[in-house]
């Protein structure tokens, strides 16, 4: 109702879906992507009662399926509805399960709606207590949609301490305030590189943007990732972190931050 006095388009929730969290950032390379599927593993991680699937709504760049390990085409349900696949427990899907491999994925804005709405709506993910959509870089079109069509319970922003990347974070929050989404917080993403030689730590980005960030926005810095080569190689290998390292302390930044979403 509340939606509906502010002049938005009426949101319909995902069927089987308690909640979803949206995992955004103001531009590309930040590491949006680990974090959604490190966040969604450290759900589950933390309460293994708790069913989380993920959602890769970046049509434009999927990495969900290198990220968890996962190809194929998604089989439909008798109610033609298309089953996520599956890896470490985590129901995916993902625009990369619908296109063949290696064609560049060159969209019209309607086709990008189009898609957007079949993995919206198309899908059968059974219960799950967390949705965890990885959204597209910046604050465009696509965001908006999916902002106004689905309920959506908070979203979390990932950012690097760099000046640039914090004022187009910035820009993601105040995006999500405009269309009454309650920004859960930032994650702070490689603020600081520990020499696996020597241990000496350097802020490679800056030390403390998106805490100083976070306390102009009036929200919390929800975890702080470290650079570490560990996480860079196990997303390559599809073995995210906290799954194939959970005894790391970088295993235990994720956890820690998938405890304050
Ligand atoms: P985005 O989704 O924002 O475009 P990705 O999650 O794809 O960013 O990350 C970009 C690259 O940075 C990937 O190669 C990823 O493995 C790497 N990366 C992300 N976070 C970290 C980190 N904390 N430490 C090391 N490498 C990282």
Known sequence: RQHMARGLPKQKPITGVKQVIVVASGKGGVGKSTTAVNLAL???ANDPSKSVGLLDADVYGPSIPKLMNLKGNPELTDNNLMRPLVNFGIPCMSMGFLVEDVAPIVWRGLMVMSAIEKLLRQVDWGLLDYLVIDMPPGT???QLSITQNIPI????IVSTPQDIALLDARRGAEMFRKVNVPVLGLIQNMSV????Q???QTHI?????????????GVEVLGDIPLHLKIRETSDKGQPVVVSSPDSPEAEAYRKAASAV
Not at 208 to 215: C, F, K, S, T, V
């Open 205 to 217: 980005f800056g030390a403390d943007g998106a805490r100083e960030l976070a306390q102009t926005l």
């Open 153 to 156: 319970a908070g979203a979390v």
């Open 193 to 196: 590189f520990q020499c696996p």
């Open 198 to 200: 020597c241990n000496h």
């Open 140 to 142: 465009g079109d696509v």
């Open 42 to 44: 450290g759900l589950t």
